[in-house]
């Protein structure tokens, strides 16, 4: 018996390593058409496209079939035609382009990567691409100091050398939540199958089916990554750095659009009183009741939403279905909108979920299900929209979003898209089963947040947005992405920075996150603490379930509410810097929040850092993540850095530690910074910006390019926008700043400038000219209000400078 056994193991083990089907080897003569070349092998053919010098494409087939387009990951499959040379060597090809050499060897096919000085940048393994039954996959070599970053919306690492991960839209299963919905291990919201690698390159698997990636936690010389099903499909970009990479990955998936400006402020969430348990207490008139708070304590918001106790649960899908039916406490839905635009809220949304429903009056589900508008479940009408179909997209839109969009709706929070094809998370439905809702089950929550932000965007005439919770590839075209329904625990809290970071160092720069958690009551200085970092994130939100509290800044102490306007009015002073980092975003994929890594590749000591990070190109945010500390450690990269609020200096590449007061944010600005802001705002628009400040850390010489546009229209898309150049010199001699009167096609309104110069020199300035011309010495600062001048702060050693001049010249201000 015990023979027998291990025989049958011996054929359990060889039959599985039989399953393993390599691509094989090169068989004779290839096809070039363009910029692809398609190569015949003993097990399939294999067709490699350059899409630029830096960036090629690799398909794999074992039936000699490809997959069609798609587009909701990728939107650019034309490319400029690519000048590349092919020599035929006798065990491999040689392929070049300006940028890359790409060898390809015949026996076993496989591939190795060169920059032009002949440095190796990626290295197949031996029989590298392999299927095993539906399973498709490649193993490459793991270079000795070689690490990844990437991956979506992680929350348990940075780095992932030596580590697995798996690809999956979707979180943790299981009670209690502690071990399912809350593990950050599990944590999946926004999956993205794409890395960049110290050594200078990145990879973009383009394949919806759940993914699996070692990186080097099996075997310490190798990587691989592999799909469940699908073609094997990636592109290799080749940086060297992490920004061009990120330019290379979203110039195939797309780039994030901007945002209207006002979307900078804040975005406050409501559930109008009641949340689940306690829907009886919902009402209209809470929601305008809140709106009017808001703007009686002076704290600057902008957008509101009202989540899923606005409307009627259903009778088949309960709270994970929409009926579009207003629940009855709902007494005058069109008042209650037309109240709030009339207190200078720019936008009001409202929750829902992806499954139809029917309730009391609306029957919305049996409508689509006779119109087969719903995706089929086990063969018969389903309950989701079918996102997939243009029609059921717009019966989805006309019957039932118009509902809510003609009373006063602009945007939707499209929540629970991982739902398709998995175990929703208020109920036991799986909706959508079989090989094609694996399929789509990555894909649906692009296709769910593409439809109402782009319907969205023609019905209300300017830039799109939407809220989503999931995502996948492509999710940055149609922003912003929340992170999840984390509890208000202090736990929590560090892992969603990295959530953010790590999102950031996937394509996707529009993020949010609840300030103080989601779930459960808020402590006080875990609120704090929470709302100084979702002050400097991407999109700033606040919103909670915890009944009575919801998260309203008043509810949670005197500290708490002084913490929180604090840093919302300083956050509406940055519109200027955040709106030119939003651009940057646009134009180059690069996020507004920034892992360290990202801009310090060759520096080991960042790849952990996990709770510091870039906001734009100037800003230093370290957040306080640990209950009862009035100090944190940093760490500075190269270069010198001076603390925002303080005006101390520091070397970089070196650690420190800061007093960290809870009031105070550790906050750091990058020598020779220049930070525009605008005047301070109850909401966006409430003046006009006639004086912006320029907040200006001399040293040496530095440079910003301040960008300006309509603020709401699509119009920077085709170029009408104007840049700003600011320069600043620092020498022995005196400091010189020089502010250009806008380039462009915007027509930039009418403003002078305050420069706020934190000044570093041993001897108070003497004399200031602007021009040419000797400005007047004023006795206060408040003085420069009505005309031009400068005033010397000597306690504080900051110099203002007022200007007489307007951007519609330029100006040229010397101080001696």
Same mark, same amino acid.
């Given at each position: 018996?015990?023979?027998?056994?291990?025989?049958?193991?011996?054929?359990?083990?060889?039959?599985?390593?039989?399953?393993?089907?390599?691509?094989?080897?090169?068989?004779?003569?290839?096809?070039?058409?363009?910029?692809?070349?398609?190569?015949?092998?003993?097990?399939?053919?294999?067709?490699?496209?350059?899409?630029?010098?830096?960036?090629?494409?690799?398909?794999?087939?074992?039936?000699?079939?490809?997959?069609?387009?798609?587009?909701?990951?990728?939107?650019?499959?034309?490319?400029?035609?690519?000048?590349?040379?092919?020599?035929?060597?006798?065990?491999?090809?040689?392929?070049?382009?300006?940028?890359?050499?790409?060898?390809?060897?015949?026996?076993?096919?496989?591939?190795?990567?060169?920059?032009?000085?002949?440095?190796?940048?990626?290295?197949?393994?031996?029989?590298?691409?392999?299927?095993?039954?539906?399973?498709?996959?490649?193993?490459?070599?793991?270079?000795?100091?070689?690490?990844?970053?990437?991956?979506?919306?992680?929350?348990?690492?940075?780095?992932?050398?030596?580590?697995?991960?798996?690809?999956?839209?979707?979180?943790?299963?299981?009670?209690?939540?502690?071990?399912?919905?809350?593990?950050?291990?599990?944590?999946?919201?926004?999956?993205?199958?794409?890395?960049?690698?110290?050594?200078?390159?990145?990879?973009?698997?383009?394949?919806?089916?759940?993914?699996?990636?070692?990186?080097?936690?099996?075997?310490?010389?190798?990587?691989?990554?592999?799909?469940?099903?699908?073609?094997?499909?990636?592109?290799?970009?080749?940086?060297?750095?992490?920004?061009?990479?990120?330019?290379?990955?979203?110039?195939?998936?797309?780039?994030?659009?901007?945002?209207?400006?006002?979307?900078?402020?804040?975005?406050?969430?409501?559930?109008?009183?009641?949340?689940?348990?306690?829907?009886?207490?919902?009402?209209?008139?809470?929601?305008?009741?809140?709106?009017?708070?808001?703007?009686?304590?002076?704290?600057?918001?902008?957008?509101?939403?009202?989540?899923?106790?606005?409307?009627?649960?259903?009778?088949?899908?309960?709270?994970?279905?929409?009926?579009?039916?207003?629940?009855?406490?709902?007494?005058?839905?069109?008042?209650?909108?037309?109240?709030?635009?009339?207190?200078?809220?720019?936008?009001?949304?409202?929750?829902?979920?992806?499954?139809?429903?029917?309730?009391?009056?609306?029957?919305?589900?049996?409508?689509?299900?006779?119109?087969?508008?719903?995706?089929?479940?086990?063969?018969?009408?389903?309950?989701?929209?079918?996102?997939?179909?243009?029609?059921?997209?717009?019966?989805?839109?006309?019957?039932?979003?118009?509902?809510?969009?003609?009373?006063?709706?602009?945007?939707?929070?499209?929540?629970?898209?991982?739902?398709?094809?998995?175990?929703?998370?208020?109920?036991?439905?799986?909706?959508?089963?079989?090989?094609?809702?694996?399929?789509?089950?990555?894909?649906?929550?692009?296709?769910?947040?593409?439809?109402?932000?782009?319907?969205?965007?023609?019905?209300?005439?300017?830039?799109?947005?939407?809220?989503?919770?999931?995502?996948?590839?492509?999710?940055?075209?149609?922003?912003?992405?929340?992170?999840?329904?984390?509890?208000?625990?202090?736990?929590?809290?560090?892992?969603?920075?990295?959530?953010?970071?790590?999102?950031?160092?996937?394509?996707?720069?529009?993020?949010?996150?609840?300030?103080?958690?989601?779930?459960?009551?808020?402590?006080?200085?875990?609120?704090?603490?929470?709302?100084?970092?979702?002050?400097?994130?991407?999109?700033?939100?606040?919103?909670?379930?915890?009944?009575?509290?919801?998260?309203?800044?008043?509810?949670?102490? !005197?500290? +708490?509410?002084?913490?929180? =306007?604090?840093? %919302?009015?300083?956050?509406?002073?940055? $519109? &200027? @810097?955040?709106?030119?980092?939003?651009?940057?975003?646009?134009?180059?994929?690069?996020?507004?929040?920034?892992?360290?890594?990202?801009?310090?590749?060759?520096?080991?000591?960042?790849?952990?850092?996990?709770?510091?990070?870039?906001?734009?190109?100037?800003?230093?945010?370290?957040?306080?993540?640990?209950?009862?500390?009035?100090?944190?450690?940093?760490?500075?990269?190269?270069?010198?850095?001076?603390?925002?609020?303080?005006?101390?200096?520091?070397?970089?590449?070196?650690?420190?530690?800061?007093?960290?007061?809870?009031?105070?944010?550790?906050?750091?600005?990058?020598?020779?910074?220049?930070?525009?802001?605008?005047? !301070?705002? +109850?909401?966006?628009?409430? =003046?006009?910006? %006639?004086?912006?400040?320029?907040?200006? $850390? &001399? @040293?040496?010489?530095?440079?910003?390019?301040?960008?300006?546009?309509?603020?709401?229209?699509?119009?920077?898309?085709?170029?009408?926008?104007?840049?700003?150049?600011?320069?600043?010199?620092?020498?022995?001699?005196?400091?010189?700043?020089?502010?250009?009167?806008?380039?462009?096609?915007?027509?930039?309104?009418?403003?002078?400038?305050?420069?706020?110069?934190?000044?570093?020199?041993?001897?108070?300035?003497?004399?200031?000219?602007?021009?040419?011309?000797?400005?007047?010495?004023?006795?206060?600062?408040?003085?420069?209000?009505?005309?031009?001048?400068?005033?010397?702060?000597?306690?504080?050693?900051?110099?203002?400078?007022?200007?007489?001049?307007?951007?519609?010249?330029?100006?040229?201000?010397?101080?001696?």
């Amino acid at each position: 018996m015990k023979k027998l056994l291990v025989f049958a193991l011996s054929l359990i083990f060889v039959l599985s390593f039989a399953q393993a089907q390599s691509i094989g080897d090169y068989k004779s003569g290839f096809k070039k058409a363009g910029n692809v070349i398609s190569f015949s092998t003993t097990k399939g053919e294999v067709k490699l496209e350059f899409c630029t010098p830096e960036i090629f494409r690799i398909r794999t087939s074992w039936n000699g079939k490809f997959e069609a387009d798609e587009n909701l990951m990728v939107i650019q499959y034309k490319w400029d035609d690519v000048n590349f040379k092919v020599s035929d060597k006798q065990d491999h090809f040689l392929l070049t382009t300006a940028k890359l050499t790409v060898k390809l060897y015949k026996s076993p096919f496989r591939l190795d990567v060169y920059d032009t000085k002949g440095k190796l940048l990626c290295s197949d393994a031996n029989s590298a691409i392999t299927k095993v039954d539906t399973r498709v996959g490649v193993t490459k070599k793991l270079q000795a100091d070689e690490h990844f970053f990437g991956f979506g919306e992680r929350m348990d690492f940075m780095d992932r050398r030596f580590k697995k991960v798996t690809l999956n839209v979707g979180r943790g299963k299981g009670l209690p939540h502690a071990i399912g919905a809350y593990n950050i291990l599990e944590a999946n919201y926004c999956p993205v199958p794409f890395f960049m690698s110290t050594k200078g390159y990145g990879i973009f698997l383009h394949n919806s089916f759940a993914t699996e990636w070692d990186m080097g936690a099996s075997k310490k010389d190798q990587y691989s990554f592999k799909a469940a099903d699908g073609e094997l499909d990636y592109y290799f970009m080749y940086g060297p750095t992490f920004p061009a990479i990120l330019d290379h990955y979203t110039s195939i998936t797309g780039k994030s659009p901007m945002l209207p400006q006002f979307a900078l402020g804040l975005h406050a969430g409501t559930y109008s009183g009641g949340t689940w348990g306690y829907e009886a207490q919902t009402s209209d008139h809470y929601v305008v009741e809140l709106a009017k708070k808001y703007r009686s304590l002076g704290i600057p918001v902008d957008l509101l939403w009202l989540d899923s106790t606005w409307r009627l649960f259903g009778e088949n899908g309960g709270k994970g279905a929409t009926s579009f039916e207003w629940r009855e406490t709902f007494k005058d839905p069109k008042s209650m909108f037309d109240s709030i635009y009339a207190m200078n809220y720019k936008m009001v949304g409202l929750h829902l979920r992806p499954r139809f429903d029917n309730a009391k009056k609306l029957n919305l589900l049996d409508q689509a299900r006779e119109k087969g508008y719903t995706y089929p479940e086990n063969g018969k009408p389903g309950e989701f929209v079918n996102f997939f179909d243009e029609k059921a997209t717009k019966w989805w839109w006309d019957n039932g979003v118009m509902r809510v969009a003609k009373l006063g709706a602009k945007f939707l929070k499209t929540d629970e898209g991982s739902a398709f094809g998995a175990l929703a998370n208020e109920s036991e439905k799986v909706g959508p089963t079989g090989k094609d809702a694996e399929r789509l089950h990555n894909l649906f929550p692009v296709a769910y947040a593409k439809a109402p932000f782009l319907e969205f965007e023609k019905f209300n005439g300017f830039r799109g947005l939407n809220q989503t919770r999931e995502g996948y590839s492509g999710i940055q075209r149609y922003p912003y992405i929340f992170a999840g329904d984390w509890p208000s625990e202090w736990q929590y809290f560090a892992p969603v920075i990295k959530a953010g970071l790590n999102v950031g160092l996937s394509g996707v720069g529009s993020w949010a996150h609840c300030m103080g958690g989601f779930e459960h009551q808020a402590d006080p200085e875990l609120y704090i603490r929470w709302v100084q970092f979702g002050m400097f994130s991407p999109i700033a939100l606040v919103f909670g379930m915890d009944h009575p509290g919801y998260k309203e800044p008043w509810k949670y102490g !005197e500290d +708490a509410l002084r913490n929180f =306007k604090k840093y %919302d009015l300083l956050r509406y002073r940055l $519109f &200027p @810097y955040l709106y030119t980092s939003m651009h940057q975003q646009y134009q180059t994929g690069l996020p507004m929040m920034r892992a360290l890594v990202l801009n310090y590749q060759d520096d080991e000591n960042v790849y952990e850092i996990g709770d510091q990070y870039l906001f734009g190109d100037n800003l230093m945010v370290a957040p306080v993540t640990t209950k009862g500390a009035i100090t944190r450690s940093v760490y500075l990269p190269e270069g010198t850095w001076f603390n925002y609020w303080t005006g101390e200096q520091y070397n970089g590449k070196s650690y420190h530690h800061v007093v960290a007061p809870l009031d105070t944010i550790p906050l750091f600005v990058k020598a020779g910074s220049i930070i525009p802001m605008q005047p !301070e705002m +109850a909401y966006s628009g409430e =003046k006009p910006v %006639d004086v912006i400040t320029l907040d200006i $850390f &001399p @040293y040496g010489e530095s440079k910003y390019n301040l960008y300006e546009d309509d603020n709401l229209s699509s119009a920077y898309k085709k170029g009408n926008f104007a840049l700003t150049t600011i320069t600043a010199s620092l020498k022995s001699t005196g400091f010189t700043l020089q502010v250009n009167k806008p380039a462009g096609n915007f027509k930039a309104t009418s403003h002078k400038y305050l420069a706020k110069i934190h000044w570093t020199g041993k001897t108070a300035p003497k004399t200031v000219t602007e021009n040419g011309t000797a400005l007047k010495t004023e006795k206060t600062p408040s003085a420069l209000d009505k005309t031009g001048g400068w005033f010397y702060d000597a306690k504080n050693k900051i110099l203002w400078v007022k200007s007489v001049g307007d951007n519609s010249t330029d100006l040229n201000i010397v101080v001696n």
